[in-house]
């Protein structure tokens, strides 16, 4: 626990500090014993395979990461290499010794650097004068892990209770942890982050006044972190420059200052400037924006902290074509649109944008994308919407949107006239909440070869349901509200980390309460709920082998006066629907559903995925190759009319094979799947052991897409 004191030292149960003379201590602990058998001297060896014997915390592929010794590529590899191209194929791998022994060297220091301080590395090397091949075994004998006993911290004295609660709370290493020299690394830039953003901005970690023994009685670690706190500063006058040589005289200094988390005057913290950096760079009306501050030295008595802002401002006025690639409703869409922004729209660095723009599924329907009679699934929208980056605080943030749309799937087409509200909170450095407000009124003309079984009475309901939406305009009001929390390392391809989703959606509680003033007003009562996980991992610490998992899980139903009235369907957008690039992808996009016709979509879904993503290149460093990943998949997951329908038989399975190529807006996508099982396929035809590889297994589904499929 942590002991506040004024003596200059003060102790937390836990730990983190790096450790090089372990390494040399290790050295002496473990002494070299390979087993060769005999080389014949000045020829070369090429290395067959490469094993590790022994190896139980650590993985093969997270070991060969450490060592530059490599395998020899198969035949393929060296095809390309020999006859096509360098830069496709990889060369024969030959024994070095002395690089291999360095290997070794690097296996015990990164064993030592996660707490195996007394581990044992030996090699035994077989090698055939015949074929001139060697092969490798790394024998490794990992002995105790030694733990963190204690974490003493020197020299953080009559600071803010804050203070010693945040370094409580967010220790990254526990007593008892295992010793592990990164994390150790960390928790050092961790302290002095929350120092220097306690006020303490010339704090420092004193490196000669810490130590780190290793107590041979326990074989665990103690350790001592040391700090130089220096003085309490606060911020200090605040200074905007401007980049561009003709200033944006409607980019005044208050539009700067309200995107700060801080003011003169406040105690300075390092975390609220980079925070405020980060707010000048989303808030859209800026290239870039950058804070400087200047920190008096020990020397200056001052105990002020000067800030520079620098932006860039964007155009004011800009016109642009757009090109547009997404999977909307788990499917590949092209689309086009010309796109208007005014940036700093009536000052308060608000954004007014208007698009119009195009985009189908069916390339192939061209030029009849709206016909009522077609299978074209394509939208055209007209959209002005509003940004505004400031409401109370600038952590909230609202938008207006008004869009005309044009809507037309394979069952029916709908022309809407949609008002959404918007506000979005920054709850917390990794939470976020949005709150959105939509108003639509929906016209719907079904299609008349609508297709299914006339004899099935799920489908009849359906039908029956959109028959009754095409006699009138319905009038939605939705209500849902979003919470994520988001601590994932990356955008566009996470390694690491998690996203947890819920979203809550009400409809008809205003059109309920204008019931009197409008009878005739036609619209649905329901709520939904949706929970979406997502969870990523990196097996191999560098970001080469990815394991994703995803579980999504949603519930709707009708309730107050339209759970009993037949006439009342939950409208088609806000239905679940299955099968697709973003859902069980041995289906195409809504054409997966355990009861009823799936372009109907259904009441309740749940789906799940374990995607495998692997760096096929990394080792070449190759500007094209290393951004290549090959990824193979798992889906299950359907959806139901009604929740009463749920069987876990109805969860189908698919699995497949996927690509993906790196580019600076998130990866290319191409994925293949197959159905492993097929619920709605005749009893003895389900599994895919029970069919046809050729012709009734394949082809599968093709899928196209931008960024990861979760």
């Known amino acids: 626990m942590l002991q506040k004191t004024r003596s200059p030292i003060f102790t937390l149960q836990c730990a983190r500090l790096t450790l090089a003379a372990w390494t040399a201590v290790a050295l002496l602990l473990s002494a070299r014993s390979d087993a060769f058998s005999q080389p ?34 198969g035949f ?53 004068d015949e074929n001139s091949h060697v092969d490798i075994t790394i024998i490794i004998d990992e002995g105790y892990r030694s733990i963190v006993d204690t974490l003493a911290y020197r020299g953080i004295v009559d600071v803010p209770e804050f203070v010693y609660d945040e370094i409580r709370q967010g220790a990254k290493i526990q007593q008892g942890d295992p010793f592990n020299r990164s994390l150790m690394e960390e928790e050092v830039g961790r302290v002095r982050l929350i120092l220097w953003s306690a006020g303490y901005a010339n704090a420092g970690y004193v490196k000669d006044s810490s130590a780190a ?27 905007i420059h401007n980049e561009l040589d003709s200033v944006r005289t409607d980019i005044t200094d208050d539009v700067v200052l309200n995107q700060l988390d801080y003011k003169p005057m406040d105690i300075y913290s390092e975390v609220n400037r980079r925070t405020s950096e980060r707010n000048l760079n989303r808030v859209g009306i800026f290239d870039q924006g950058h804070i400087d501050v200047t920190i008096p030295d020990n020397r200056d008595t001052s105990l002020v902290v000067k800030s520079l802002v620098t932006v860039r401002p964007k155009d004011k006025h800009e016109l642009a074509p757009e090109l547009g690639l997404s999977d909307e409703n788990n499917a590949f869409n092209l689309g086009i649109g010309l796109g208007y922004t005014s940036r700093n729209f009536f000052g308060g660095a608000r954004i007014f944008s208007t698009h119009l723009r195009f985009r189908t599924q069916t390339i192939g329907q061209f030029p009849n994308y709206f ?42 087409r709908q022309d809407i006239i949609r008002n959404r509200f918007g506000f979005t909170d920054r709850f917390a450095e990794f939470t976020t909440g949005l709150l959105d407000w939509t108003l639509e009124r929906v016209s719907l003309i079904k299609n008349p070869e609508v297709r299914g079984d006339p004899n099935d009475p799920e489908f009849q309901k359906q039908v029956n349901q959109l028959t009754e939406l095409e006699k009138s305009t319905q009038f939605n009001s939705i209500l849902s509200f979003t919470i994520q929390r988001d601590k994932s390392n990356d955008l566009f391809s996470p390694s690491e980390g998690f996203i947890h989703t819920a979203t809550f959606e009400e409809s008809g509680i205003l059109p309920y309460l204008l019931k009197n003033a409008q009878p005739d007003l036609p619209f649905t009562q329901f709520y939904r709920v949706i929970l979406l996980e997502r969870w990523y991992f990196d097996l191999s610490a560098h970001r080469f082998s990815v394991l994703g998992l995803k579980l999504k899980a949603g519930f709707e139903e009708k309730y107050g006066e339209s759970r009993s009235d037949t006439t009342r369907a939950i409208p088609t957008l806000h239905r679940f629907y299955a099968g697709g690039a973003g859902s069980v992808r041995g289906w195409e996009s809504q054409r997966l559903g355990a009861t009823g016709d799936p372009l109907f979509g259904g009441n309740l879904a749940f789906e799940g995925s374990v995607e495998l993503r692997h760096n096929l290149f990394h080792s070449l460093k ?44 998130g990866p290319f996508r191409i994925d293949y799947g197959f159905r492993v099982f097929d619920p709605a396929a005749r009893v003895g035809k389900q599994w895919i052991t029970q069919r046809k590889f050729f012709g009734e297994t394949l082809p599968g589904a093709l899928h196209f897409g931008i960024g990861q499929a979760f």
């Open 40 to 73: 014949s001297e000045g020829k070369q060896y090429e290395i067959v395979s490469i094993e590790f014997e022994g190896n139980h915390e650590f993985g093969h592929s997270e070991l060969m990461a450490q060592i530059s010794t490599k395998q020899t590529p």
């Open 76 to 128: 393929f590899d060296k095809f390309l290499y020999k006859r096509i191209s360098e830069r496709l194929g990889r060369k024969d791998e030959h024994l070095d010794l002395v690089v291999f022994e360095k290997d070794i060297q690097n296996l015990r220091e990164y064993y030592v650097d996660h707490g195996y301080i007394d581990v044992r590395i030996d090699s035994s090397l077989v090698f055939s």
């Open 213 to 239: 023994t290793y107590r041979t009685s326990t074989r665990n670690v103690s350790m001592v972190l040391s700090y130089n706190l220096g003085r309490r500063f606060f911020f200090g006058p605040i200074t």
């Open 371 to 412: 016909g009522v009679n077609t299978d074209a699934v394509a939208t055209a929208e007209l959209t002005f919407e509003v940004m505004q980056p400031y409401i109370f605080s600038n952590k909230i943030k609202g938008s207006w949107a008004f869009s005309l749309i044009r809507d037309k799937q394979v069952l029916w």
């Open 622 to 665: 190759d500007d094209f190759l290393d951004k290549v990943w090959i990824v193979t998949f798992v889906d299950f997951g359907n959806v139901w009319g009604e929740a009463k329908d749920f069987e876990f038989s109805d969860i189908a399975v698919a699995a497949g094979l996927g690509f993906r190529y790196d580019t600076i807006f």
